[in-house]
C-alpha cells in the first residue's frame, strides 16, 4: 500500500500465490524485507515455498512507484532452504540480497541490477543476518549470535556496493527463476484511532566489550579422508568432522540422507559430500 | 512512524485492520493517526511487516493478511 504524507490510502494491491509465502512467523521473526530506490520503485520481499525445487526460496516483487508489476523472481540456493530473506536498495540503485540457510551454508550475498540480471554472488560468515541501507552507501549488517554465541551482536558496515574488505568469502550457487504472482486491487478506509498516551522509560547504559569478527582462519575445503580398510559392501557415509572451527563456525561433512560417498561393493566409487554448518 | 499489528475498537471489540501514526521525532507528539480498515477483506486482520519512504515523501506499507481467529 502507498499513502500520502498525511496517511490517505493512494494504491493498494495485493499479491497472492498459489505457493506459500511467508512474511511473519505467527509473533516471532519477520520474514519480510521493503526497499525503495531512487525513482520511487518498490522492491518486497520474503520467502516462498518452491515446489518446482522442493524447497523454499526468497522472493522478490520489484513495482513501480504506483505499485504496478515490474518483475517477480526467486532466488534458491541450490540444496539448501532458505530460512531468512533480506533486501536493501545500495546507493547506485542496485538490490543487494541475503538469504539465510539458518547456519546450514554460509549466507549467501548477491547483487541483482535493477532488470534482476545477476551481478555477483557469493557466501559470507554471517548466520541469520538483518541488513540496512544506510544514508551514505553501503550497508549495516546486524545479527545476533547463534546457538553458540547468543551473548554476542554482529555488526558490519559494509562498502557501497555491499561487500568488505576484511572477510573472507566463499563460492555460492544461486538460481534466479521466474515466478508469477495473482494481482488485485484492495480498497482501505480509515477512521480515527485511539488517543495517544505519554509514559516514562527508564534506558540503562552498559558496558559493551568491542572485538574484531574476522581473522585470517583456513576456509573449510571439501577434502576428508577415507579409512584405509573397509569391508565389501559398506556404504561409507559422510559423517567425519573435517575443517572444524574454520572461520569461526564449527564444519561437518554430511550429504543427502540414504546416499553413499563410496559403495565398496562397485568398483566406480564416487566421492561426494557438502559443507554444512554444525548448529 | 509507527505502526501497530492490529488496531482495536474497545467499543466493538474489533481487531481489524491496523493502527498507523506519524509523531515528531523530536518530542513524539502526534501529527497524525489513523485506523486503517480494508474493505475489501474485511473479516481480515492485516500485519503490517514493513514501512518505508518513497523519494516524493510517499510511505510504502508492506504487510500480510491473517484470519482475525489467529490473532
Known amino acids: 500500500m502507498v499513502i500520502d504524507s498525511e496517511g490517505h490510502p493512494i494504491y493498494s494491491r495485493i499479491f497472492t500465490s498459489s505457493f506459500k509465502i511467508y512474511l511473519t512467523d505467527r509473533g516471532s521473526i519477520e520474514q519480510g524485507s521493503l526497499s525503495t ?9 520474503g520467502i516462498i515455498e518452491d515446489n518446482v525445487n522442493d ?4 522472493f522478490i516483487i520489484k513495482l513501480d512507484s504506483a505499485l504496478n508489476l515490474v518483475w517477480s523472481k526467486t532466488i534458491s540456493i541450490e540444496n539448501f532452504r532458505a530460512t531468512r530473506f533480506r533486501l536493501a536498495v545500495l546507493q547506485n540503485d542496485n538490490l543487494f540480497f541475503i538469504v539465510s540457510t539458518y547456519g546450514h551454508f554460509p549466507v549467501v550475498s548477491g547483487t541483482l ?8 554472488s557469493k557466501g559470507l560468515n554471517y548466520f541469520s543476518p538483518n541488513i540496512q541501507a544506510h544514508p551514505d552507501g553501503g550497508l549495516f549488517v ?8 547468543s551473548h554476542e551482536v554482529v555488526l558490519v558496515k ?3 556496493d555491499g561487500s568488505t574488505s576484511f572477510c573472507p568469502d566463499f563460492t555460492a550457487c544461486v538460481n534466479i527463476r521466474e515466478i508469477s504472482f495473482n494481482i488485485d ?3 482501505w478506509e480509515i477512521s480515527p484511532t485511539i488517543p495517544f498516551e505519554d509514559f516514562t522509560i527508564q534506558i540503562e547504559t552498559g558496558e559493551i566489550e568491542l572485538e574484531d569478527y574476522c581473522s585470517p582462519q583456513p576456509y573449510p575445503t571439501p577434502q576428508f579422508s577415507l579409512p584405509d580398510t573397509v569391508c565389501q559392501g559398506t556404504c561409507l557415509r559422510p559423517t567425519e568432522l573435517n575443517n572444524q572451527l574454520a572461520n569461526h563456525a564449527e564444519w561437518q561433512i554430511v550429504g543427502r540422507i540414504g546416499y553413499c560417498i563410496a559403495d565398496t561393493s562397485s568398483i566406480g566409487a564416487s566421492t561426494h559430500g557438502d559443507l554444512v554448518h554444525r548448529s | 512512524m509507527v505502526t501497530s499489528h492490529n488496531s482495536w475498537d474497545s467499543a466493538e471489540n474489533d481487531l481489524r485492520g491496523f493502527g498507523l501514526a506519524k509523531l515528531e521525532i523530536s518530542n513524539g507528539n ?4 489513523h485506523r486503517f480498515l480494508n474493505s475489501t477483506y474485511p473479516s481480515a486482520t492485516f500485519f503490517p511487516v514493513k514501512i518505508t519512504r518513497q523519494i516524493n515523501h510517499n510511505f510504502v506499507i508492506f504487510g500480510t493478511f491473517h484470519p482475525v481467529e489467529w490473532v
Not at chain 1, 37 to 45: E, M, Q, T, V
Open chain 1, 158 to 160: 559494509t562498502l557501497p
Open chain 1, 55 to 58: 524447497n523454499d526460496s526468497g
Open chain 1, 37 to 45: 530506490d531512487s525513482n520511487g520503485n518498490i522492491y518486497i520481499g
Open chain 1, 113 to 120: 541490477n535493477k532488470d534482476s540480471l545477476l551481478i555477483e
Open chain 1, 142 to 149: 546486524i545479527e545476533r549470535g547463534n546457538e553458540d554465541t
Open chain 1, 185 to 187: 486491487s484492495t480498497m
Open chain 2, 30 to 33: 502526534e501529527i497524525w493517526s
